[in-house]
C-alpha cells in the first residue's frame, strides 16, 4: 500500500490542477457571453450569487456523500456534474440558459474532492504541507486555464472554449476511476449502517460541537468575507476601473497564479514545518488586514500587481491553516463532512458577497473593499490576539 500512496496523492494533484484549469477556461467565457446575452453589471452579480447559493447547499451534502461512499464516488460525481455543466455552457444562447446551466454546480466539488483524498492518505503533521501543495495545483489551473480560456475564445468563440472544457472534464472522470481506489479513510467505514442519511444535519451539528470548531470556523467567515467580497467584484473592477482588455485581464489572472504557485509550493510547507497553526493563522490575518488599508490607496494597476504579493500569501496561508485546523479537530471518519463544510463556507461567502461588493461598489467605489478587509481583519486580529493559548498550550503540531 505504501508505494501506492504517492501515486495515488500525485494522479489526485493532477486532477485538481485539470478541474481548476476548466473551471478558469469557463471564467473567461461567461462574462463576455453575459455581456452579449444583455446582463448588466447587477444581473452578473446574480448569476455569480446562483452558483454560490448552489454550491452551499451542495458543499456538506458532498461532504457526507464522500464520508459514506468513498472520496472515489464523490469525485465521480463532480467530475459527471462539470461535464453537464460545460455542456449546458457551450448550449447556452439565453439569459434563462445561462442560469440553467448553473444548476449542475450543486455537486461541482473537484477541490474539496481532492482534499478529501489527500486528508486520508496523509499523517495528520504532514496534512498542512499536502493540502498546501493542493494550493500549488490551484495555481498551475489557474495560469493555464486563464491563458487557455482567453485565447480559445478570442479565436474560436464562447462554444468551442466550453467543448474543451466538456472533454477536459471528461478525461478527469476517467482519471477518477482508473486511479483512485475505492476506500480511501484508514479504516473501513463499517458503520455505513448507523448513519446512512446523506442529509443528516444532526451529524454536521455535531462536528460543530467538537472543541475549537466553531471559533476557527467563526474566523474562517468573518476574517474570509472581505477578500472574497473583492474577490467575486474583481471581473468588475478589472472591467471598470483598472480598463482591461480580456486577454490583459487573462495576463493579472495568469500572474495571480504563479504567486500563488510559488508561495503554495515553495512557502507554506516550510513554514508549517517551522511555526505553529496558530501563529501562521494570526500573521495572515494581520497581513490581510495590511493588504486592505494598501488596497484603499492603490489607483492603478501597476500598484496591485505589488499588493497581490502579500495579498496571495495571507490567503494562502489562511485558507491551507483553517482547513488543516478543522481536519485535526474531528476523527478520520468525518474528514469529508468537514472538508464539505469549508468548501460551504466559500460557498456562502460567495452568495453574499456579489450583493455586498454591488452596494459598496455602487455606493463607495473600489476604496471602500480595502477599507473593509482593514476593519474586519484587524478586529479578528485582536480578538486572536487576547485568545491566544499561553507557549505552553501552543504545540507545534
Same mark, same amino acid.
Given at each position: 500500500? !505504501?508505494?501506492?500512496?504517492?501515486?495515488?496523492?500525485?494522479?489526485?494533484?493532477? &486532477?485538481?490542477?485539470?478541474?481548476?484549469?476548466?473551471?478558469?477556461?469557463?471564467?473567461? &467565457?461567461?462574462?463576455?457571453?453575459?455581456?452579449? @446575452? !444583455?446582463?448588466?453589471?447587477?444581473? &452578473?452579480?446574480?448569476?455569480? /450569487?446562483?452558483?454560490?447559493?448552489?454550491?452551499?447547499?451542495?458543499?456538506? =451534502?458532498?461532504? #457526507?456523500?464522500?464520508?459514506?461512499?468513498?472520496?472515489?464516488?464523490?469525485?465521480?460525481?463532480?467530475?459527471?456534474?462539470?461535464?453537464?455543466?460545460?455542456?449546458? @455552457?457551450?448550449?447556452?444562447?439565453?439569459?434563462?440558459?445561462?442560469?440553467?446551466?448553473?444548476?449542475?454546480?450543486?455537486?461541482?466539488?473537484?477541490?474539496?474532492?481532492?482534499?478529501?483524498?489527500?486528508?486520508?492518505?496523509?499523517?495528520?503533521?504532514?496534512?498542512?504541507?499536502?493540502?498546501?501543495?493542493?494550493?500549488?495545483?490551484?495555481?498551475?489551473?489557474?495560469?493555464?486555464?486563464?491563458?487557455?480560456?482567453?485565447?480559445?475564445?478570442?479565436?474560436?468563440?464562447?462554444?468551442?472554449?466550453?467543448?474543451?472544457?466538456?472533454?477536459?472534464?471528461?478525461?478527469? @472522470?476517467?482519471?477518477?476511476?482508473?486511479?483512485?481506489?475505492?476506500?480511501?479513510?484508514?479504516?473501513?467505514?463499517?458503520?455505513?449502517?448507523?448513519?446512512?442519511?446523506?442529509?443528516?444535519?444532526?451529524? =454536521?451539528?455535531?462536528?460543530?460541537?467538537?472543541?475549537?470548531?466553531?471559533?476557527?470556523?467563526?474566523?474562517?467567515?468573518?476574517?474570509?468575507?472581505?477578500?472574497?467580497?473583492?474577490?467575486?467584484?474583481?471581473?468588475?473592477?478589472?472591467?471598470?476601473?483598472?480598463?482591461?482588455?480580456?486577454?490583459?485581464?487573462?495576463?493579472?489572472?495568469?500572474?495571480?497564479?504563479?504567486?500563488?504557485?510559488?508561495?503554495?509550493?515553495?512557502? &507554506?510547507?516550510?513554514?508549517?514545518?517551522?511555526?505553529?497553526?496558530?501563529?501562521?493563522?494570526?500573521?495572515?490575518?494581520?497581513?490581510?488586514?495590511?493588504?486592505?488599508?494598501?488596497?484603499?490607496?492603490?489607483?492603478?494597476?501597476?500598484?496591485?500587481?505589488?499588493?497581490?504579493?502579500?495579498?496571495?500569501?495571507?490567503?494562502?496561508?489562511?485558507?491551507?491553516?483553517?482547513?488543516?485546523?478543522?481536519?485535526?479537530?474531528?476523527?478520520?471518519?468525518? /474528514?469529508?463532512?468537514?472538508?464539505?463544510?469549508?468548501?460551504?463556507?466559500?460557498?456562502? @461567502?460567495?452568495?453574499?458577497?456579489?450583493?455586498?461588493?454591488?452596494?459598496?461598489?455602487?455606493?463607495?467605489?473600489?476604496?471602500?473593499?480595502?477599507?473593509?478587509?482593514?476593519?474586519?481583519?484587524?478586529?479578528?486580529?485582536?480578538?486572536?490576539? #487576547?485568545?491566544?493559548?499561553?507557549?505552553?498550550?501552543?504545540?507545534?503540531?
Amino acid at each position: 500500500v !505504501g508505494s501506492i500512496m504517492p501515486k495515488v496523492i500525485f494522479v489526485t494533484y493532477l &486532477i485538481a490542477a485539470l478541474d481548476i484549469t476548466w473551471m478558469f477556461l469557463q471564467f473567461s &467565457i461567461t462574462p463576455y457571453l453575459a455581456r452579449k @446575452l !444583455g446582463f448588466d453589471t447587477l444581473w &452578473i452579480g446574480y448569476l455569480q /450569487t446562483t452558483v454560490g447559493v448552489l454550491q452551499l447547499l451542495g458543499g456538506p =451534502i458532498f461532504g #457526507r456523500f464522500a464520508d459514506l461512499f468513498g472520496a472515489r464516488a464523490a469525485l465521480c460525481l463532480s467530475c459527471s456534474a462539470n461535464v453537464v455543466y460545460y455542456g449546458l @455552457l457551450a448550449a447556452a444562447d439565453s439569459p434563462l440558459m445561462l442560469f440553467i446551466h448553473k444548476l449542475p454546480a450543486v455537486f461541482m466539488h473537484g477541490l474539496p474532492g481532492a482534499q478529501m483524498v489527500v486528508a486520508d492518505l496523509t499523517e495528520p503533521d504532514k496534512r498542512a504541507a499536502a493540502l498546501g501543495k493542493l494550493g500549488l495545483c490551484f495555481g498551475i489551473g489557474m495560469v493555464a486555464g486563464s491563458s487557455l480560456g482567453g485565447t480559445l475564445n478570442t479565436n474560436y468563440g464562447e462554444t468551442l472554449t466550453a467543448c474543451v472544457a466538456v472533454g477536459g472534464s471528461l478525461i478527469n @472522470l476517467l482519471l477518477v476511476l482508473k486511479f483512485i481506489p475505492k476506500n480511501t479513510k484508514s479504516q473501513a467505514p463499517q458503520d455505513q449502517s448507523q448513519k446512512k442519511s446523506v442529509f443528516d444535519m444532526g451529524e =454536521i451539528i455535531r462536528l460543530m460541537k467538537f472543541p475549537g470548531v466553531a471559533k476557527t470556523f467563526s474566523i474562517k467567515i468573518f476574517s474570509g468575507l472581505p477578500s472574497v467580497i473583492f474577490q467575486v467584484m474583481f471581473s468588475i473592477i478589472a472591467m471598470n476601473f483598472f480598463q482591461l482588455e480580456p486577454a490583459q485581464n487573462g495576463y493579472l489572472m495568469a500572474y495571480f497564479g504563479i504567486v500563488s504557485m510559488v508561495i503554495q509550493g515553495g512557502v &507554506i510547507g516550510r513554514l508549517t514545518a517551522k511555526y505553529s497553526e496558530n501563529s501562521l493563522l494570526l500573521l495572515s490575518i494581520g497581513m490581510s488586514s495590511l493588504v486592505g488599508l494598501a488596497q484603499a490607496f492603490m489607483t492603478n494597476v501597476y500598484q496591485f500587481c505589488f499588493i497581490v504579493l502579500p495579498m496571495m500569501f495571507s490567503l494562502s496561508v489562511f485558507n491551507v491553516i483553517t482547513d488543516s485546523m478543522l481536519t485535526k479537530t474531528v476523527p478520520s471518519s468525518d /474528514t469529508g463532512t468537514m472538508l464539505g463544510l469549508c468548501a460551504s463556507v466559500q460557498s456562502l @461567502l460567495r452568495t453574499i458577497g456579489p450583493t455586498i461588493g454591488g452596494i459598496l461598489y455602487q455606493n463607495y467605489g473600489v476604496s471602500s473593499f480595502g477599507l473593509m478587509q482593514f476593519a474586519v481583519n484587524t478586529t479578528v486580529f485582536v480578538f486572536m490576539l #487576547r485568545n491566544m493559548p499561553s507557549s505552553k498550550d501552543d504545540h507545534r503540531k
